[in-house]
């Protein structure tokens, strides 16, 4: 098979990944691929096309994430902040983890600043971060 196609097969591979992940990454390194493809093309060494391939990722690699460097300000908030959930116990009062109910299940929470609560008071989901929410006492605004 020749080179240019495995190029291009990986890179169409790649794409469609992206498709099911939607992080911008892989469709760079998809592109670097074609780029490495276009290199096979036209009959350059393997050397050159994996250098072609490496650059094109680099640069592209460096732009997405300039692009959502800078546009983190104007991301959607997180759908489950502002949200009311109960606390439960307190898991390490001093680190702030707390055991908290919220959409009827028991979540491991970060509590942001130090209070004394009681089992059933309310707390705000400020973000959640993995299976971990991070929430306050006063409600955000």
Same mark, same amino acid.
């Given at each position: 098979?020749?080179?240019?196609?495995?190029?291009?097969?990986?890179?169409?591979?790649?794409?469609?990944?992206?498709?099911?992940?939607?992080?911008?990454?892989?469709?760079?390194?998809?592109? @670097?691929?074609?780029?490495?493809?276009?290199? !096979?093309? +036209?009959?350059?060494?393997?050397?050159?096309? &994996?250098?072609? *391939?490496?650059?094109?990722?680099?640069?592209?690699?460096?732009?997405?994430?300039?692009?959502?460097?800078?546009?983190?300000?104007?991301?959607? @908030?997180?759908?489950?902040?502002?949200?009311? !959930?109960? +606390?439960?116990?307190?898991?390490?009062?001093? &680190?702030?983890? *707390?055991?908290?109910?919220?959409?009827?299940?028991?979540?491991?929470?970060?509590?942001?600043?130090?209070?004394?609560?009681?089992?059933?008071?309310?707390?705000?989901?400020?973000?959640?971060?993995?299976?971990?929410?991070?929430?306050?006492?006063?409600?955000?605004?």
């Amino acid at each position: 098979m020749e080179h240019y196609l495995v190029w291009l097969l990986i890179g169409m591979t790649l794409v469609i990944v992206e498709l099911l992940t939607g992080t911008f990454y892989l469709l760079v390194l998809g592109i @670097a691929c074609f780029g490495g493809s276009a290199s !096979a093309f +036209f009959g350059h060494t393997f050397g050159t096309q &994996a250098i072609v *391939a490496g650059c094109v990722a680099a640069l592209g690699v460096v732009l997405v994430h300039a692009y959502r460097a800078r546009n983190a300000a104007r991301q959607m @908030a997180p759908i489950d902040a502002g949200m009311p !959930a109960n +606390f439960e116990s307190w898991i390490d009062k001093s &680190a702030g983890l *707390a055991r908290v109910r919220y959409r009827g299940a028991a979540w491991d929470a970060r509590i942001e600043e130090s209070a004394s609560l009681e089992p059933g008071s309310l707390v705000y989901v400020v973000a959640a971060n993995g299976n971990t929410l991070k929430v306050t006492v006063k409600r955000p605004a």
